[in-house]
């Protein structure tokens, strides 16, 4: 258990300001300044550095303040099993949008299985939203396809998907043999939305082909895969897409998967959790059964 002095600089990290932290906390704001410097002292390192009117919370605060957020939600949620042990239990996560479409279903159904959860929550976001979620507690695990630091998170990688581009099936460019980036910049391209895995992976897959988004004579962006799949079907631009998102409407015929020069890009999806967290073991597990469910 960590003491108050701890939780004062979280708050501290969090407002950046004296003044905020004290009425937040309920306390005076030389009390907030003495804990600060109480645990500087204790700890050998500086948490912050203040010039009027601005506070800025050190490298070695900023890794103290992750450790104490990290610590905080695990205390709370093993106190709040250890003190309720027979209410139900209950299980939330995020998942990105792509992976609703796929992994997040399996998923649920699999945790339905083992009769554990009384309640399961599944809160469909975007990547940034889901790793904030995670360092705040308001979710358990994530399901993710962005990209994220590694060393902040543990992770299991539960599939390498193919991320593809398609067109809609009677699209001129679907009856090449190979397609080029360049042919690519005749047509809209159809996005999602700031903060979307999928549009960064996109966009650094383009760059790496040295073409960036403004040289498309037309951007379409759309914060639903359901909806990208749909206007793709109807001939409205270009877009890339995990190819489980649109397997059905590959199969239908009513989709192509683009034949580009480069080759098709394979990604990780991963199943993210924090550091140190008590039910690591359970979220392994889940990992490893949703990468089982690809190779069979």
Not at 55 to 79: F, H, N, S, Y
Not at 147 to 173: C, I, M, T
Not at 255 to 260: D, F, W
Request: net charge negative; proline share 4%.
């Amino acid at each position: 258990m960590l003491d108050n002095r701890y939780q004062t600089f979280l708050v501290l990290a969090t407002t950046k300001s004296y003044t905020q932290t004290a009425q937040q906390l309920y306390i005076t704001q030389p009390a907030v300044s003495q804990q600060i410097k109480s645990l500087e002292a204790e700890l050998g390192v500086s948490l912050v550095t203040y010039q009027r009117p601005h506070l800025t919370i050190t490298p070695a605060g900023r890794e103290l303040a992750d450790l104490v957020q990290r610590v905080q939600v695990q205390t709370d949620k093993v106190l709040d099993h250890l003190k309720h042990p027979r209410t139900p239990k209950r299980l939330t996560f995020s998942t990105t949008l792509s992976l609703s479409e796929f992994l997040a279903p399996q998923l649920i159904g699999h945790l339905q299985r083992t009769g554990t959860y009384r309640e399961i929550t599944c809160r469909v976001t975007n990547t940034q939203a889901a790793l904030a979620a995670l360092t705040t507690g308001a979710s358990d695990f994530a399901l993710i396809e962005g990209n994220f630091d590694k060393s902040q998170y543990d992770y299991r990688v539960v599939r390498q998907e193919p991320f593809v581009g398609v067109v809609a099936a009677d699209h001129p460019l679907a009856a090449l043999p190979t397609v080029s980036w360049a042919d690519l910049l005749d047509y809209p391209l159809i996005v999602r939305e700031t903060g979307s895995g999928s549009r960064e992976i996109l966009r650094h897959l383009a760059a790496a082909a040295n073409v960036s988004f403004a040289e498309f004579p037309q951007i379409v962006t759309v914060n639903n895969p359901t909806a990208i799949r749909e206007l793709v079907a109807q001939g409205s631009g270009i877009s890339f897409v995990y190819r489980s998102v649109v397997a059905m409407a590959i199969a239908r015929g009513d989709l192509q998967v683009l034949p580009l020069e480069a080759g098709q890009l394979k990604h990780d999806l991963d199943l993210v959790y924090l550091h140190d967290s008590y039910l690591a073991g359970n979220y392994q597990s889940w990992g490893d059964w949703l990468r089982g469910q690809q190779e069979t």
